[in-house]
């Protein structure tokens, strides 16, 4: 194998795990040291530069860097990352001064389309370059699905308001209750650019099933029911009530029931419990508040009586799957289950919905109903002055990864309005800096606690359920908080060897607690991989190879099983070794959103 170069920023990147799983890269480590040091307002600035709305995912994240945790690899349980995350938003200072404010106008003008967390990404990127910014939404306020979707008891309107709010301080135009239904219109006027960010916001509907129109008044497609439940024009439902779906929204909608008057709340789905795409912690909340999950249920028929909707039948069906792991739903010849019911919430998905744009704009669409896109780069349409993220992209995601896109887009605008080519893109800010502060000491906590994962403080059940807008989880406190983020491995904290320094006394693979250190004969990496003291089977990671070094062997390190422990440094007699953090921010179309951030 040729020596690894460690000047490629993704290098390094791709072995902070957690940061590199984050859709929006956010600096996981930084953050969560930041708590342990009580700098709860530093924490959160940490964040804001990256993922804009940090109380809000603290709360609602679908925490893509949780399974990628290095600490779930050593132990049954990672990081708490998501709830540290709101840690340090619950605790921070007023942070409003350290904020960046509106730029000197530059002349141009972008429209924004729809105020959710894409849009309102794009709005925080560009505002300090000077665009003057209109964003339209047909809601009363600004937040998109995270105000209308995500229910008060797990994200409460005041953290939202707050976070919502830091972005349209910054001297936004805003146009609520405002529907756009003409993109033409939009384009006629003076935009310089345009950013759709109106997420997919068309709930799936069953209007095939019989009894589906007879029973219409007691039927209900679950996103506009919580839109309706969000904006208190619905606030009671049946005492027995089905929400049909196995995502999210479907364990929003359950819940959500419960604290409207549902007595008896069933989810029922078509899949197994455990191809559910709801993440495991929401269905763990659902059961806990005793919402029973009936999976491998199709829905048959919408029973109705006398124009009254009284029940459903479902076909219980087994799955098989294929040697390629493909899924098929086969009935088991049982006779229909019959469920009885007063109101059913269809909560089977999303999809996109562009009755708005009109073909003579130029914008075309892919045969699922999604914009046709440059790339996941530019997120440019085939109109050049248009832009798409978040839902509205690539169809329904999660908020983290709509924020992900916001930034792309906003670096795409910013280049294409001055002219630039959107494929020249900025790259990201990167630094590597030893920690060494004497012969054994460390800038940061480099032994690996064994403290394990709490599992964050509930309202009592009774009391969470007669309040909708009581918010559930309490959050940790600040010392449950500091035991949490000890936990972390500070793998941002690398390994860096220097091989004209080493004279092979073995030290470091002698002291390393994971056997990941190795001195071999060089070969190609699928020869070199199971050779090693310990294998190095997954490839999804890389391994660190040296230059050759004084007797013809490399250094190999099996960056997957790493501890980042720092004794490899502390034993070595000649330096060879060092620890040094290394810091990776994407690039933003503003340069600078919080000052010092290296520092933080």
């Not at 953050?31 to 307002?41: G, T, V």
């Not at 429209?111 to 990404?121: N, R, Y």
């Not at 999303?350 to 530019?378: H, L, Y």
């Amino acid at each position: 194998m040729k020596p690894t170069n460690t000047t490629n920023p993704e290098y390094f990147h791709k072995v902070v795990d957690c940061q590199y799983a984050c859709p929006a890269h956010t600096p996981v480590p930084a953050y969560i040291r930041a708590i342990a040091q009580e700098r709860y307002s530093d924490a959160y600035m940490i964040n804001w530069e990256s993922n804009v709305f940090p109380g809000v995912l603290g709360r609602t994240c679908d925490r893509p860097c949780e399974p990628a945790c290095r600490r779930g690899r050593v132990e049954e349980e990672p990081v708490a990352i998501c709830r540290l995350k709101r840690v340090a938003a619950d605790n921070k200072d007023d942070i409003r001064d350290r904020l960046p404010g509106a730029g000197a106008p530059n002349g141009k003008k972008v429209a924004l389309i729809g105020g959710g967390p894409a849009s309102l990404t794009v709005a925080r990127d560009l505002a300090p370059l000077g665009y003057e910014l209109h964003l339209y939404d047909a809601q009363p306020k600004g937040g998109g699905f995270m105000r209308s979707e995500i229910p008060s008891f797990r994200l409460p309107e005041e953290v939202l308001e707050e976070e919502v709010g830091y972005v349209l301080d910054m001297g936004i135009h805003t146009h609520f209750d405002t529907y756009v239904d003409s993109m033409a219109d939009v384009l006629a006027k003076d935009y310089d650019a345009v950013f759709v960010g109106c997420g997919a916001p068309r709930g799936r509907d069953l209007p095939n099933l019989p009894g589906r129109e007879e029973g219409a008044k007691n039927i209900h497609v679950g996103l506009d029911w919580l839109a309706n439940v969000a904006f208190k024009h619905t606030a009671k439902i049946g005492k027995k009530v089905i929400v049909l779906g196995g995502g999210n929204t479907a364990m929003d909608c359950c819940r959500t029931s419960r604290r409207l008057g549902g007595e008896e709340v069933k989810v029922i789905v078509r899949s197994p419990f455990e191809d559910m795409k709801a993440s495991p912690w929401e269905k763990e909340d659902a059961i806990h508040e005793g919402i029973p999950i009936l999976d491998n249920h199709v829905p048959l028929e919408f029973v109705v009586k006398d124009g009254k909707l009284i029940g459903m039948k479902f076909d219980k069906v087994e799955a098989q799957y294929d040697a390629d792991g493909r899924r098929k739903l086969v009935s088991t010849g049982e006779e229909p289950v019959y469920v009885e019911c007063d109101d059913v919430l269809i909560a089977i998905g999303q999809e996109n919905a562009f009755p708005w744009i009109e073909k003579e704009t130029g914008i075309r669409f892919t045969s699922w109903g999604t914009p046709i896109i440059n790339d996941d780069e530019t997120f440019q349409s085939t109109n050049k002055k248009v832009f798409f993220g978040g839902d509205a992209a690539f169809g329904p995601a999660n908020i983290i990864t709509a924020v992900a896109h916001g930034h792309k887009a906003a670096v795409s605008i910013d280049l294409y309005c001055n002219g630039q080519d959107l494929e020249d893109r900025p790259p990201p800010n990167v630094t590597l800096i030893s920690q060494k502060m004497g012969i054994h000491e460390w800038s940061y906590d480099s032994i690996p606690v064994d403290d394990k994962r709490e599992a964050v403080p509930l309202v009592a059940l009774e009391k969470a359920l007669g309040d909708r807008d009581l918010e559930v989880e309490l959050g940790f406190d600040p010392e449950t908080a500091f035991v949490q983020a000890e936990r972390c491995l500070n793998c941002d904290a690398q390994t860096v060897f220097t091989a004209p320094n080493c004279i092979e006394c073995d030290a470091c693979a002698d002291i390393c607690p994971t056997s990941c250190i190795n001195f071999v004969e060089n070969a190609p990496e699928d020869d070199l991989r199971p050779r090693l003291m310990v294998p190095a089977d997954n490839p999804e990671q890389d391994l660190y190879v040296s230059d050759t070094l004084n007797t013809g062997k490399v250094l190999v390190k099996d960056e997957d099983v790493c501890l980042h422990c720092g004794l490899c440094a502390e034993r070595c007699p000649t330096a060879a070794w060092d620890m040094q953090l290394f810091t990776y921010n994407t690039a933003k179309a503003a340069p600078e959103l919080v000052p010092g951030l290296e520092a933080l």
